[in-house]
């Protein structure tokens, strides 16, 4: 069973940065694809990021593409997410999540996701 504790959420103006942590126990961290999802008020969960095991290939939505820079550190059982020129839209609940699977796009990476942390919030305010 693998917990996930998300960190780094708050408050940050528009255009500011932000960097969420994602600390990950009980697995074997390397055997997992990490990924970065968000839900804003009244919206569904949505694919942002994910990095594949050994961290070589990335995939993004196209909301944050060019923005938003997801990366693991295998020795430390973490993920992360810079997130930079944040927009007011960018308002969300972000949580983290695992799979041993292995996936292409947005709607199968939310499906393969096996485990899933309890979310950080991040308010950008316009």
């Known amino acids: 069973q693998v917990q996930l504790v998300e960190s780094g959420g708050g408050l940050v103006q528009a255009g500011g940065s932000l960097r969420l942590s994602c600390a990950a126990s009980?697995?074997?961290?390397?055997?997992?694809?990490m990924g970065w999802f968000r839900q804003a008020p009244g919206k569904e969960r949505e694919f942002v990021a994910v990095v594949r095991r050994s961290g070589d290939f990335t995939e993004y939505a196209d909301s944050v593409k060019g923005r938003f820079t997801i990366s693991r550190d295998n020795a430390k059982n973490t993920v992360y997410l810079q997130m930079n020129s944040l927009k007011f839209e960018d308002t969300a609940v972000y949580y983290c999540a695992a799979t041993s699977g292995d996936y292409s796009g947005a709607y199968y990476w939310r499906a393969g996701m096996e485990y899933w942390g309890k979310g950080t919030l991040v308010t950008v305010s316009s």
């Open positions: 009980g697995g074997t961290f390397s055997r997992y694809a």
